[in-house]
């Protein structure tokens, strides 16, 4: 959905500032697919980052204004997405259900993950979908703060730099984070493996 | 054997596939317009105004400048008034100076209790009966009385400690 003849985004903010509404629209274009997976993978349920992603964009633009461009405007958003996320994944506690169930087709074909799928389960055969499942569960078990760093690394490929400027902490503690949350996934995923 | 960090990467990256069904965002941004102007309708422009600006003033930031300029205006304020160039509540007790705006006896009252604070007033010659009501007796300084001083938290005086 990204357009690479869009504006730049200090362009389009500035433009927003000015009043002229489709340039957020132009914004949201560009943004909400990042956002909505960075909340998704968060939260693993579809109704909650459907919400969320609409909070996060409100949010924004009322901030709008006050955006003084220290930072750029996806270091900024991703800020507001994942503080928000994390506000409401600690009120929502423990009440919630998985509902990351509508995998992309092309992940059924992808050669890579299949064999890897099928090398890691030799005394059973494990479904992709199964491995799938058990992954989700292994991310629910993290803390929110990990899932986040662990969202913005491993998912979205982000460098542990912007991620230390979204989260507003030291990149040693990103990697730290990141070093407990693969152990702690790995972890899991031998408890699933060895059953 | 465990899963490595590059098999538990693959298996993240799958993820990244995990997209909602063609057309969400269309439909989302269309949701956001409503939203929108739902949220118009409903707030005070007042309270839009206000969350702007607060908005605004979480990215405010004072000039490092600012600082150094109220520092330096406390010493030029501090060392004019502790060098007596200015002093606005200086006392004064010469009564024709004074700027009463009483006339007559209640300028006098004023004027006499000015002496009696400064500690000019020639007590034998005042006369209190008229302004004063008898309620409690007046307390008039000893004209016999010699300066006393106290010295470490012990009376020390001219006369015998027991006279104290």
Not at chain 2, 135 to 141: F, N, W
């Amino acid at each position: 959905m990204e357009d690479q003849n869009l504006p730049d985004d200090e362009t389009l903010v500035r433009r927003t500032q000015n009043g002229e509404t489709r340039a957020f629209d132009l914004l949201w274009q560009k943004y909400s697919p990042r956002i909505y997976s960075l909340i998704y993978n968060m939260t693993a349920n579809h109704e909650d980052s459907n919400d969320l992603l609409l909070e996060v964009f409100a949010k924004a633009y009322r901030s709008i204004n006050g955006f003084r461009g220290k930072s750029s405007f996806y270091t900024w958003i991703h800020a507001i997405a994942v503080n928000m996320t994390i506000n409401f994944v600690k009120k929502r506690g423990r009440r919630f259900q998985l509902s990351l169930d509508d995998l992309d087709t092309n992940v059924q074909n992808d050669k890579e993950l299949i064999d890897l799928a099928a090398t890691n389960s030799p005394t059973r055969e494990v479904d992709l979908s199964e491995l799938q499942q058990r992954l989700n569960e292994a991310m629910m078990k993290l803390s929110v703060e990990h899932r986040a760093v662990v969202t913005m690394f491993d998912i979205q490929g982000m460098p542990h730099a912007e991620i230390a400027k979204i989260l507003g902490i030291p990149e040693a503690t990103v990697r730290s984070r990141l070093f407990y949350a693969h152990r702690q996934l790995q972890n899991y995923l031998e408890e699933f493996r060895k059953k | 054997m465990m899963l490595d960090d590059q098999q538990l990467q693959k298996l993240l990256r799958i993820k990244r596939f995990e997209q909602p069904p063609p057309g969400y965002f269309d439909r989302a941004l269309i949701e956001f317009h409503r939203r929108q102007r739902e949220e118009l309708l409903r707030r005070s422009a007042t309270l839009i105004w206000w969350e702007r600006f607060v908005s605004g003033l979480g990215n405010f930031r004072v000039p490092s400048y600012a600082y150094a300029a109220v520092l330096g205006g406390f010493v030029v304020v501090a060392t004019i008034v502790g060098s007596g160039l200015w002093a606005p509540y200086k006392e004064t007790t010469d009564v024709s100076t004074s700027r009463a705006v009483l006339s007559g006896p209640e300028a006098q009252k004023v004027a006499v209790n000015r002496l009696a604070l400064s500690g000019n007033l020639d007590w034998s010659t005042f006369d209190d009966s008229a302004s004063s009501p008898k309620v409690v007796p007046v307390i008039r300084p000893s004209q016999t009385a010699l300066p006393r001083y106290v010295l470490d938290g012990r009376p020390v005086s001219y006369k015998a400690s027991f006279s104290f």
